[in-house]
C-alpha cells in the first residue's frame, strides 16, 4: 500500500532526506545502466559485430531493468524501498563486475541481463519517494527524483576518457565499485518511509500479492505505459544510440561523440524537475499535449534524410542538396530532449493522483513499459539501418510511435470529457 502518511513532528525533513539520497542513488543506478552506450562501441570494435547485434548488447541491459520494475515497485510497497533500493545496487554491482572478465558476445549478453537491474532501482524510488510527501507535491517530487536520469550523462563525460586509458574492462569495474558504495551509502543514510513504520508500530499487514496487481486491468494504466514508451524508452534509446549515430552520420571521434550525447542527456534529465513542477501548477495533461506535439515536429525534422534533388526548371535542370548538419541536429535534439523530460515527469504526476495505493505495481509496469522502449528501439534502430540503409529512419520510427501516442491520448480524453459532461445528465434520469 502507498497511502500517504504524514511523518512525525521529529523527521519533518525526513521527505527531503529521502527525495535527496534516493535522487543520488538512482543518478548513480542509471550511470551503470547506460554503461554500454560507450564501451558497447569498443565491444563492437573488437568483436566485430553487426549493428543489430550492437543494438541487442546495447538494449539487453534495458529489457532486465523493465521487466523487474513491476516486481520491484510491488516488493517497495510491501517491504520498503530502504531493502529492496540497497539489495538491488548491490545485485547489479556484482554483475557489472563480472561483466570485465566476459570474453565472448554471449557472456557479455548475460553480463548485461545483470547489470540492467541497475535500472529496476526506478520503480523502487518511485513507490518509496512518493510514500514521504503529499498529493499536491507528488509530482514535484518525482520530478525531482528523476533528474537522475542525468548518470547517463555522467557515463558520457567519464567512460570515453577512462575506456581510452584503461580499456573498457576498467569502466565496468569502476562503475561497479562506485554502485556499490553507493548501495553502503543509502542503506546506512535512508530510512524507512512513513507507511513501513507505522505499519510497524500498529502491526498492520500489507494487501495480498495478487491483489497489489488489480488496477492492472485498466486500459487507463497501459495508455499511461505508451506515453511513457516515448517519453523515457526514447530517451533511452536516443541516449544509447546516439554516439554511434554521430560516429556513423558525422564523423565524430568517440569522446567528441561521448559529449555531444552527454549534451543531450543533461537537459533531458534535469529539465524532468521543471516538469514535475509544470505538472503540478497547469496539469500533466497540458504538459503532454506540448510534449507529444513539440516531440512530432522534431523527430519529423530529424528523420528527413540527406538527398539530393534535381528539379526540371524553365532553362534547365537545376539541383538542391538538403542536410540535417550537425549543429542543426544538436539543437533540435535538445529541444526534443527538453519536452521529452516535462513528459516524462507528467506520466508519473498521474500514477499516485489516479492510484495512491497502488503506486509500486503501477509504477513498475508503466516504468517497465517505457523502460522495454528502451530495449526495444534501440534494437529497431539497428535494424532499420540494416534494412533500410538510412540513418534517419531512427527517427522516422520515433515519429510514427509519438503520432500514434498524440492521437490515443487526445481520442481518450475527448471520451472523458463526454462522458464527465453526461454523468449528471444519467444521475437526473435516475
Known amino acids: 500500500m502507498t497511502t500517504t502518511l504524514p511523518a512525525a513532528p521529529s523527521q519533518d525533513n525526513a521527505p527531503v532526506r529521502a527525495l535527496a539520497i534516493s535522487t543520488i542513488a538512482f ?3 542509471f550511470a551503470v545502466w547506460t554503461i ?4 558497447g562501441v569498443r565491444i563492437k570494435q573488437e568483436l566485430g559485430l553487426s549493428e543489430t547485434q550492437f543494438g541487442l548488447l546495447i538494449g539487453t541491459p534495458i529489457l532486465t531493468g523493465s521487466l523487474v520494475r513491476i516486481v520491484l515497485g510491488v516488493w517497495t510497497d510491501r517491504f520498503g524501498g530502504r531493502l529492496v533500493y540497497t539489495a538491488t545496487m548491490l545485485a547489479a554491482a556484482i554483475a557489472t563486475f563480472l561483466l570485465a572478465f566476459a570474453q565472448t558476445y554471449t557472456q557479455m549478453l548475460i553480463a548485461a541481463l545483470g547489470v540492467g537491474l541497475a535500472g529496476g532501482s526506478f520503480a523502487v524510488g518511485v513507490a518509496y519517494v512518493s ?4 498529493a499536491g507535491k507528488q509530482g514535484t517530487a518525482l520530478g525531482i ?5 542525468v548518470g547517463a550523462a555522467v557515463t558520457k563525460f567519464l567512460a570515453p576518457f577512462v575506456l581510452l586509458a584503461g580499456g573498457w574492462q576498467e569502466v565496468a569495474l569502476i562503475w561497479a565499485t562506485c554502485l556499490g558504495f553507493m548501495a553502503f551509502i543509502f542503506w546506512f543514510g535512508s530510512e524507512d518511509d512513513p507507511v513501513i513504520r507505522q505499519r510497524r508500530i500498529h502491526g498492520g499487514q500489507a494487501k495480498s500479492f495478487w491483489a497489489e496487481f488489480a488496477p492492472l486491468r485498466n486500459v487507463q494504466v497501459w495508455r499511461f505505459g505508451l506515453y511513457y514508451f516515448f517519453s523515457f524508452g526514447a530517451f533511452v534509446a536516443l541516449a544509447l544510440w546516439l554516439p554511434r549515430y554521430l560516429i556513423g552520420v558525422y564523423g565524430f571521434d568517440i569522446v567528441t561523440a561521448g559529449m555531444i550525447g552527454a549534451a543531450y542527456s543533461i537537459p533531458a534529465s534535469i529539465f524532468r524537475a521543471y516538469g514535475g513542477i509544470l505538472s503540478d501548477r497547469v496539469g500533466a495533461r497540458t504538459v503532454m499535449y506540448w510534449t507529444f506535439g513539440v516531440s512530432a515536429i522534431a523527430t519529423l525534422i530529424l528523420s528527413l534524410p540527406t538527398a539530393d534533388y534535381v528539379v526540371h526548371g524553365i532553362s534547365g535542370p ?9 549543429i542543426a541536429f544538436m539543437v533540435v535534439a535538445f529541444v526534443l530532449g527538453f519536452f521529452m523530460s516535462l513528459g516524462k515527469a507528467a506520466v508519473y504526476k498521474h500514477i499516485p493522483a489516479y492510484y495512491p495505493d497502488n503506486v509500486g505495481a503501477v509504477g513498475g509496469l508503466v516504468g517497465m513499459i517505457g523502460g522495454l522502449g528502451g530495449f526495444i528501439l534501440p534494437i529497431a534502430f539497428g535494424a532499420l539501418n540494416d534494412l533500410t540503409g538510412l540513418w534517419s529512419s531512427c527517427f522516422m520510427l520515433l515519429f510514427a510511435i509519438v503520432v500514434a501516442s498524440l492521437v490515443w491520448m487526445h481520442l481518450s480524453i475527448r471520451r472523458m470529457s463526454r462522458e464527465s459532461a453526461d454523468a449528471p445528465l444519467t444521475f437526473a434520469a435516475q
Open 27 to 29: 543518478t548513480v543506478c
Open 36 to 39: 554500454f552506450s560507450i564501451i
Open 131 to 134: 510514500r514521504f510527501f503529499p
Open 145 to 149: 527524483f528523476g533528474v537522475g536520469n
Open 318 to 326: 537545376m539541383s538542391f542538396h538538403f542536410e540535417v548538419g550537425p
